[in-house]
């Protein structure tokens, strides 16, 4: 059996086989809705159901809420239609004219920038272009089809390279690899561009911006963005990190700010080490924010980087009187084993 999904707004539709979730069946045939981890951990692709019903499966609840549910909410990597559907997914600005698609590219540079992060820079083929909005990611497929996923970091003006920030994890299979066996020219095969960790541009709202480890390659995409764009309102960098060198591309930021009125930067260690000399802050980024904002409803916070932290995050900024819905992150889940 197989179940029609209509996407509203617009006149889409894609089908679905039973048993089958909504993520699965539109990756499978193409059609961009956003998507993180593919487990029920992360939101980022949460919708609307608007007409027929679900299975929605198992997540975490904290990517969806029982209040979220009975606004008709639902995460689209789990819910599995019972009956035909139509659907509104969370979309960001101009989303709508992106197309995924999938590309071989060639590892052109690899750079260390933290003993822990490798910087790739990914060169498309001469005749593609990879249209995106700032914050978003790709997928690299891995030779059995696996994905994992990592943030774009350079912003969509700069055509014909992607940049990605790669953080080794411990017995990690794909960024094991990069850092053991990746050569430059290597080719890759990716996947995007997907996800809504973007900037809303049509708010009026101060933004704070946090970040922790790479969670600072979507942020410094979206900043070089909205530097070129002429954002006017205030941005406020929050940076968390372990140790001093783990704060990688420090000038560069700093750069930024010398640059912008509108700008402000907080780099936050958790574990400064004696000889790193850090005179500025210390401890989590989520508690800087609140400790120099302690009322936070006015504004708009986007948070990326560990699961962990997007999590902390979420909890103390919604206890500062943020609103849910202006909330926004990107939590770097894991992908399939
Ligand atoms: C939207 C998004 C954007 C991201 N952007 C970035 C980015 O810009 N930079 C970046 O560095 N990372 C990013 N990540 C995280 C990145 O995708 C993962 O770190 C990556 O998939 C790890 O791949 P791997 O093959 O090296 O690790 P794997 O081989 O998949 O796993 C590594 C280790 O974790 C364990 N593990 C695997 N799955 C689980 C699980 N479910 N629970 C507990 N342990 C598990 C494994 O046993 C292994 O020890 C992003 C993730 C998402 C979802
Ligand atoms: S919760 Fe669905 S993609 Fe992460």
Redesign the pocket.
């Known amino acids: 059996m197989r179940f029609k999904v209509h996407i509203h707004p617009g006149d889409r539709d894609f089908t679905v086989e039973a048993g089958e979730t909504l993520i699965d069946a539109a990756v499978r045939q193409g059609v961009p809705l956003p998507y993180?981890?593919r487990?029920g951990q992360?939101g980022?692709c949460k919708g609307k159901i608007l007409e027929g019903r679900v299975d929605y499966g198992d997540f975490s609840p904290h990517a969806l809420s029982e209040q979220e549910i009975n606004a008709g909410m639902a995460l689209f990597c789990k819910a599995k239609p019972l009956t035909d559907i139509a659907i509104e997914p969370r979309s960001g600005p101009a989303m709508q004219d992106i197309v995924v698609k999938k590309l071989p590219c060639r590892v052109e540079k690899m750079e260390l920038l933290a003993p822990e992060v490798m910087r790739l820079h990914l060169k498309l083929p001469n005749t593609e272009r990879l249209q995106y909005a700032a914050g978003q990611?790709i997928n690299i497929i891995l030779r059995d089809g696996r994905r994992?996923?990592?943030?774009i970091?350079n912003p969509p003006h700069e055509p014909g390279f992607i940049e990605?920030?790669?953080?080794r994890?411990?017995?990690?299979?794909?960024?094991?690899h990069v850092f053991n066996g990746m050569k430059e020219k290597d080719i890759l095969r990716i996947e995007g561009p997907l996800?809504d960790f973007t900037l809303r541009k049509e708010s009026a709202r101060p933004i704070i911006l946090m970040a922790a480890g790479?969670g600072f390659?979507?942020i410094k995409g979206i900043v070089e963005d909205a530097l070129t764009q002429g954002v006017h309102r205030p941005i406020y960098l929050y940076r968390g990190a372990s140790t001093k060198q783990d704060l990688y591309l420090d000038r560069v930021v700093r750069g930024w700010v010398s640059e912008v009125e509108n700008l402000e930067y907080a780099p936050v260690l958790s574990r400064p080490e004696a000889d790193d000399g850090w005179r500025g802050r210390r401890g989590y980024v989520q508690d800087a924010v609140v400790g120099d904002f302690p009322d936070l409803s006015a504004f708009e916070i986007y948070a990326s980087g560990s699961p962990t932290m997007v999590n902390a995050a979420r909890e103390t900024c919604l206890a500062r009187g943020l609103p849910r819905e202006h909330f926004y992150f990107?939590?770097?889940?894991?992908?399939e084993?």
């Open positions: 993180g981890c487990n992360c980022a990611y994992r996923s990592f943030s970091a990605l920030h790669i953080g994890v411990e017995g990690g299979e794909f960024t094991g996800g790479t390659a979507p990107d939590a770097f889940e894991f992908g084993r």
